[in-house]
């Protein structure tokens, strides 16, 4: 009989990551509540949802697609949050952390403004996918 393979949180994995290399951002795979939102966006927020991909157990390989969104008051202010988040993203080649190692980085779609209901937020992104090894 096989050992089952578990993969690591691909989101959690790629939050910690992000989290750590931006101190002051609030990085998150929800949305805080709407009595905190307000003071967080200040400082800018980062939002990871996780939307497709595959895994391999043959292979040992997780194939998550992960849509990567900045969220700011400014339209600079977001294009730069967004410019170092996909610089970061694409640095995770070779990270090992949270039981997982990244062994490729790509981007599937490139920035693009995503509507936000407030009229006072700038939310852009972009879709990151990934190849994730058990550790």
Not at 17 to 35: F, K, N, S, Y
Not at 123 to 131: C, D, M, P, T
Request: aromatic share 2%; with cysteine.
């Amino acid at each position: 009989m096989t050992t089952p393979v578990t993969f690591p949180d691909a989101e959690e994995l790629v939050r910690a990551h992000l989290a750590e290399q931006l101190p002051g951002r609030h990085v998150c795979t929800q949305l805080p509540d709407p009595d905190e939102f307000e003071g967080l966006l200040t400082g800018g927020i980062v939002l990871l949802e996780r939307i497709g991909g595959t895994w391999t157990a043959r292979k040992r390989i997780d194939n998550p697609r992960l849509e990567i969104s900045a969220l700011t008051r400014s339209l600079e202010a977001t294009n730069d949050l967004l410019k170092n988040l996909r610089a970061l993203v694409e640095a995770m080649t070779g990270l090992t952390r949270n039981g997982g190692v990244v062994t490729h980085t790509g981007e599937e779609t490139g920035p693009r403004t995503i509507p936000d209901p407030s009229p006072d937020v700038i939310r852009r992104g972009f879709v990151a996918s990934l190849h994730i090894r058990p550790a």
